[in-house]
């Protein structure tokens, strides 16, 4: 009997069980996502099979459109405040890149809704069967699968959540509801399948990894701190001490779950992957949102939380976006399939995300929220473009398949020269102006970390160029194969998708000053 | 032995005195038995037949989804204990109720799901 | 009340002596080795009864030493070791349930504060705040041995009783970790003493029926019944007792998980089902039944039932009475075919649990709460409303479309057995014209055997032959 005595669960709570407030409107985009998204999945059980595709992509258009007046909403109102206790952070850096999350997750949504292309849409209905199995034959006939819409909504739930999360345990389960819709989708192809299950299996080992590296620097972290939320973490790193190991160790574990995310060298070996395996309509919003929710998720970690650690980051980071540049430019030059080209060009900008965000300034974040914006817009035309051209068996997206394009169809030859020049950052488009502002923002630092970055950055962008214009030459002037793929009319919602995505670059690239004002009133965190 | 760890303790206990029981009766089988092998008798039994092809039967887990259920349904009892012990307890109020209903409901939507799409038939 | 002070609480436990300690577990290890004896001999006995045969009466009185005399022949036997076998996972795998459902035993309170050797302690090995979700862990884990058992014997039907019975449990499971959460809504508690404690005689209603305060019933199988039968009914899935032996279906899987085991190893399988059942009906009592504490009418007229040693009688009488149970279910219910198995555990057993907490609940909370009467009224109104129009509302399945004969025959695949002809004529068997033909003579040689008369014969003759 050592006098231990056991307080019940009941003793300690009922001493105070305060309530945290919940401000619902601020969390009305987010709350409203989830809730169509559990809508969807009962549509999906309930509705009639014809009527199905229908309606929930008019639930799912209609909640993104409700996100973003409700975003709007929020942003007109000013408000910065944490709600539900300090778990959720809602201010200029959550509203502008959720705004974000919604435009581009509508843009993305007419992709994944587009069916004139193929019979029955481009996803099966079941992830998991055998290739080649009675039963996978048969699903490739039969009509795709309608999950794919409450499955986007659950992952675009998640990246808005991921976005404002305050506190680590609230950015893991953000991170958790977004990743899981987003392995399960890239199963789901209607063509090769083999190669999307695998892309899958890829993904989801590798992200389960990147999960537990991300809760395991959490336990850490709170070892240190006694808090997991951002504040509380700023405070015991100011005011602490002890031993700043648990500190680092634990950073370093949280920055390996999302550089993961964000595909940064040496965690980037996924990406080709599972780039080239999705559909290709998953691909375009795996390459636009996924970037911006787990941008947005490091930018707040690195300003919010490590704000204080930023010397002793700035050399590894540095030296991961530096990494990141390189490899990804270098290898985007040999890549012989459009897709896996696309995924190590995503993977350099990472790099160029990195550079804005190691500015540590006001400028470097609104800079990087720039980028995330134009580069998303970009890249999902691009992707839309890779669903036009196709054979019998599919989309073509080897190389030497897009050879002589141009003659073939000029107009959509034309526009994807256009957006490649964008990614090659000539000036008139959004490209030019996004890196513009994010080597800008750097150089005016005036530190040698940043300028050494900025760099490498005009170095790789150079090296980067090439691919680029070789897909452009390839288009216009070499001759056409002999079995040349044909280019499909593109549906109503692919051409809205397209539209919206080279308006977007084209818009960005001239008058980029009203979302570069916006980014800029906006880039300020809460703490 | 005392206090809040000394409980869990006995249970170890009891553990081992089980373990160890059943060593000695493991033990005791092994010095009373008769032994005579053979090779009819090593064969694993077949109704009678001799088996044939390998010991190795590759079978359909046709109820991979119950065990996705499963863990679902789990996970989310190991949620309901703790809430169930403390619910009423003042200043939880109908708020507790209606979360756990909310949370209840949103798994139980996956277990509606899986209903309506035949998971749950046994073929 | 009365005799709170004879309920033990957490505190009470972990300040016994080693020797106590010691004494407690060997008692409590003796007590679960000589359930099994006694609740093999049981089972068979009673069994017999049900089926109008004498049962075991050879070995010692009312052949009670019969299941000593199986196990010293058991222990004697040839251990066979196939040879497909994975031999360490094969020799260990047998221990694990029979290991685990004792170590359940030791959260089991058997009585209140005793004095033993002058040293006041609680009438039970040890108690846990999550002592009920020891019981639990300590049921799933013997799963493990049966689907190792199974996996590892390197045969067919072992291994098919193997994944049935995981199969088995992960339905099950769910149901009764549900079912039990309404156990720890009321009391409030998740230690086997405190639900004990928290089901310790009722208390006066605080409304009334013309004046009259009816004691509200302190027992959770009353207050609770929904979770009660739920937990029952997943207590015999849990254990693979009948009906739900599906992992051994010997009409099936000739002995399933235990098809390839022998001697000691063989017989430690059988001892751990009546463990789990001698746990599973322990359980039941605590959780439900009031535990050690006397029924009512007792209580009423003996103020000290429930003090003393008096509470392990009562306790042991139920645990009998629910074992009786047990083995009443298997000698009546046929075994469950598997699909209606799992249907039962999943679309019945899950989601009613699911409502009935929830409802439980909101009732609760509005008792807390002080609703005003109307309100509350208006709330379970609303709520009972909601239900029957779910009912209602819930699309009737069609009636499949009645196929005739023909249709079913032309339905089957080419290659099929041939049929008989659907008009065959049976002829009549010349040992049931025999047996007419002494009864009767004189029709038989009249007008020969018509069908009709044929029939009559034959269930004459059936009638002789018993």
């Not at chain 1, 005595?5 to 009941?10: K, M, S, V």
């Not at chain 2, 079978?59 to 499963?70: K, T």
């Not at chain 3, 049962?55 to 022949?73: E, H, R, S």
């Not at chain 3, 041995?145 to 193997?162: D, E, H, K, Q």
């Amino acid at each position: 009997m050592n006098g231990f005595t056991i307080a019940t669960p009941a003793q300690v709570l009922a001493i105070d069980v305060r309530l945290p407030d919940l401000d619902y409107a601020a969390m009305a985009p987010m709350l409203v996502l989830f809730g169509a998204a559990c809508l969807g999945v009962l549509v999906d059980a309930f509705a009639p099979r014809q009527s199905r595709h229908t309606i929930q992509f008019a639930l799912s258009f209609i909640a993104l459109t409700v996100a973003l007046l409700a975003v709007i909403r929020e942003a007109r109102v000013g408000s910065r405040e944490l709600t539900a206790d300090v778990a959720l952070a809602i201010d200029g850096p959550t509203l502008f890149l959720q705004g974000t999350l919604a435009v581009l997750g509508i843009v993305a949504l007419l992709l994944v809704g587009e069916r004139a292309l193929e019979k029955g849409g481009p996803f099966v209905s079941q992830a998991a069967i055998p290739v080649g199995s009675e039963a996978d034959r048969r699903q490739a006939r039969e009509e795709g699968a309608t999950e794919v819409f409450p499955l986007t909504l659950f992952a675009l739930s998640g990246m808005m959540l991921f976005v404002a999360a305050n506190d680590l345990l609230t950015m893991f389960v953000a991170l958790e509801v977004f990743s899981l819709p987003l392995y399960l989708l890239c199963a789901l192809a209607r063509r090769r399948r083999l190669v999307s299950q695998e892309a899958a299996l890829k993904y989801f080992l590798l992200g389960a990894f990147a999960s537990a590296f991300f809760i395991f620097g959490m336990a850490l972290l709170y070892g240190f701190a006694g808090t997991v939320s951002f504040g509380g973490i700023h405070d015991a790193a100011l005011l602490a001490t002890t031993s700043p190991l648990l500190l680092f160790t634990g950073l370093a574990m949280v920055a390996v779950g999302l550089l993961f995310k964000i595909a940064a060298v040496p965690f980037h070996v996924w990406t080709p992957d599972v780039y080239q395996g999705a559909p290709t309509s998953v691909t375009a919003f795996m390459a636009a949102c996924t970037k911006v929710a787990a941008f947005g998720g490091l930018l707040r970690v690195l300003y919010v939380a490590f704000d204080r650690a930023r010397w002793d980051i700035e050399p590894v980071i540095g030296t991961i976006a530096i990494l990141t540049m390189l490899v990804g430019a270098i290898l985007a030059v040999t890549q012989t399939d459009i897709k896996r080209l696309l995924a190590y060009s995503s993977i350099a900008n990472a790099g160029y995300l990195l550079v804005g965000a190691l500015a540590f300034s006001k400028e470097g974040l609104s800079s990087a929220m720039f980028y995330l914006a134009a580069y998303g817009f970009t890249v999902i035309a691009a992707f839309a473009v890779i669903t036009l051209v196709r054979d019998d068996d599919g989309e073509a997206t080897h190389l030497s398949r897009w050879a002589g394009l141009g003659r073939e169809a000029p107009l959509v030859a034309g526009v994807f020269t256009f957006l490649m020049l964008a990614f090659a950052g000539i000036p008139l488009t959004s490209g030019f102006t996004s890196k513009f502002a994010v080597f800008g923002a750097a150089l005016g630092v005036g530190e040698a970390w940043p300028v050494a970055l900025v760099i490498v950055g005009v170095v790789t962008s150079m090296i980067l160029a090439f691919p680029y214009l070789r897909v452009v030459v390839m288009m216009w002037l070499s001759e056409p194969a002999e079995q040349s793929p044909t280019v499909a009319i593109p549906g109503a919602f692919t051409s809205a998708a397209l539209m919206v995505g080279v308006l977007a670059t084209l818009l960005l690239g001239v008058f980029p000053s009203p979302v570069l004002d916006l980014a800029d009133r906006a880039a300020e965190f809460i703490r | 032995m005392g206090g809040y760890l000394g409980s869990y303790a006995t249970l170890g206990l009891l553990l081992a005195v089980g373990v160890l029981f059943f060593l000695v009766a493991m033990t005791a089988n092994r010095l009373l038995r008769t032994n005579r092998p053979s090779a009819a008798k090593s064969t694993t039994y077949e109704c009678g037949l001799d088996p044939v092809g390998g010991d190795w039967a590759q079978a359909q887990i046709r109820y991979y989804v119950y065990a996705y259920l499963y863990v679902l349904f789990a996970v989310e009892a190991v949620f309901l204990f703790p809430w169930a012990v403390i619910f009423d307890d003042p200043g939880f109020g109908m708020t507790a109720v209606v979360e756990m209903g909310i949370f209840v409901g949103v798994l139980a939507l996956g277990l509606l799901y899986a209903w309506r799409k035949r998971v749950l038939q046994w073929t | 009340m009365r005799f709170l002070t004879q309920d033990p609480t957490l505190a009470d436990f972990g300040h016994d002596p080693w020797w106590l300690i010691l004494l407690k577990i060997v008692v409590a290890f003796i007590f679960g080795m000589s359930m099994i004896l006694l609740g093999v001999w049981f089972e068979r006995r009673v069994v017999a009864r049900m089926a109008v045969r004498p049962g075991l009466n050879q070995v010692g009185p009312f052949g009670l030493l019969q299941t000593l005399a199986d196990g010293i022949k058991g222990i004697l036997k040839e251990d066979l070791l196939p040879r497909t076998a994975d031999k360490v996972v094969f020799f260990f795998a047998p221990t694990v349930p029979a290991i685990f459902a004792l170590t359940a035993l030791s959260v089991i309170p058997f009585g209140p504060m005793v004095s033993i050797f002058g040293v006041q302690t609680p009438l039970q090995v040890t108690d846990v705040p999550v002592a009920v979700l020891v019981v639990l862990a300590c049921s799933a884990m013997g799963i493990y041995g049966i689907v190792l058992g199974g996996w590892a014997s390197g045969s067919t039907y072992p291994l098919l009783g193997g994944l049935r019975s995981s199969a088995q449990m992960i339905s099950y499971e769910v149901a009764m970790g549900l079912s039990i959460v309404a156990v720890f809504m009321t009391a409030g508690t998740m230690s086997t003493s405190g639900i004990v404690a928290a089901q310790a005689g009722g208390s006066e209603a605080s409304w009334s029926i013309f004046g009259w305060h009816p004691t509200v019933p302190s027992w959770y199988a009353i207050l609770l019944i929904p979770s009660f039968l739920i937990f029952v009914v997943s207590a015999f899935g849990e254990t693979n007792r009948a009906p739900f032996d599906l992992p051994e279906a010997e009409t099936e899987l000739v002995a399933g998980y235990m098809t390839e085991y022998s001697s000691i190893k063989f017989l430690l399988y059988l001892l751990s089902e009546y463990v789990a059942m001698v746990v599973m009906s322990s359980i039941i009592a605590t959780m439900f039944l009031g535990g050690w504490r006397a029924p009512w009418p007792i209580t009423a007229f003996w103020s000290g039932a429930n003090s003393g040693w008096w509470p392990l009688l009562w306790f042991l009488a139920k645990v009998v009475l629910l074992l009786f149970i047990f083995v009443w279910v298997r000698a009546t219910l046929p075994r469950l075919r598997y699909d209606q198995f799992m249907k039962l555990g999943w679309k019945v057993l899950l989601p009613v649990n699911l409502i009935w907490i929830l409802l439980l609940g909101g009732l609760r909370v509005m008792q807390d709460e002080q609703f005003s009467g109307r309100n509350r009224w208006l709330i379970i109104g609303g709520a009972v409303v909601a239900v029957l129009l779910v009912a209602l509302l819930w699309p009737a399945r069609k009636a499949e479309p009645k196929t005739t004969l023909e249709e079913q025959m032309s339905a089957r695949p080419s290659g099929s057995f041939p049929l008989p002809p659907l008009d065959l004529q049976v002829p009549p068997s010349p040992r049931a014209k025999r047996v007419v033909a002494e009864r009767r003579p004189a029709n038989v040689t009249a007008s020969g055997a018509g069908s009709g008369q044929v029939a009559d014969a034959d269930t004459d003759a059936d009638e002789k032959e018993v």
